[in-house]
């Protein structure tokens, strides 16, 4: 019995992290349908958020905060000064 409320609460927990992050997402990221046109965030690491599939040519122009790059779990990154236009991914 115990041991099934413990993993009611981590299935609980999990799921409200989710919320949370799509939450931050949608506050941190202008995307239409399925394509990010715009971070606009402060943050030198960027968890690309579930449901795009496209990102746009410009998604990051201007962002001199930006260092690394998550897409589904892969961590992608660019060197200092490097445009994320042009980065070899």
Known sequence: ??????????????????????????????????VLKRYKGQ?????????VTIIGERAFAGNGFLTDVTIGGARCGRSKGMPLKNAPY
């Open 43 to 51: 943050e030198a690491r960027v968890e690309i958020p579930e449901g």
């Open 1 to 34: 019995m115990e041991r099934r409320k413990t993993e009611e609460a981590a299935r609980r927990a999990v799921e409200e992290e989710r919320q949370a992050r799509a939450a931050r997402g949608a506050q941190l990221f202008e995307i239409s349908g399925g």
